[in-house]
């Protein structure tokens, strides 16, 4: 069993930035793809980054050229650096661990944009 913890959410100004981070238990070289999603009240979690064990990555088009996801291997964390937030980026962000047959879940954090 892997635990993922995330933090870094907040309250944020539109314009601001703020960076989150997902630490795992274990390895995050175990899994095929680390991602973040992002969730809002009403509404399907949405896949908002995902790089590889490849190191490949992946965005929505929401958030590209704003966003930007990587790793840090010996740390075992992945991070969601996120610039010019806008309102509509407020939601649960949720990191998520994948392999065939396994996939983990964080609690969430928190992340507010105000205009």
């Known amino acids: 069993q892997v635990q993922l913890v995330e933090s870094g959410g907040g309250l944020v100004r539109a314009g601001g930035s703020l960076r989150l981070s997902c630490v795992a238990s274990?390895?995050?070289?175990?899994?095929?793809?680390m991602a973040w999603y992002r969730q809002t009240p009403g509404k399907q979690r949405e896949l908002v980054a995902s790089?590889?064990?490849?190191?490949?990555?992946n965005y929505a088009d929401s958030v590209k050229g704003r966003f930007t996801i990587s790793r840090d291997r010996f740390k075992n964390t992945v991070y969601l650096q996120m610039n010019n937030l806008k309102p509509e980026d407020t939601a649960v962000y949720y990191c998520n661990a994948y392999a065939i047959l396994r996939s983990y879940w964080g609690q969430g954090t928190q992340v507010t944009v105000s205009s």
């Open positions: 274990g390895s995050i070289s175990d899994f095929n793809v």
């Open positions: 790089i590889t064990s490849g190191g490949s990555t």
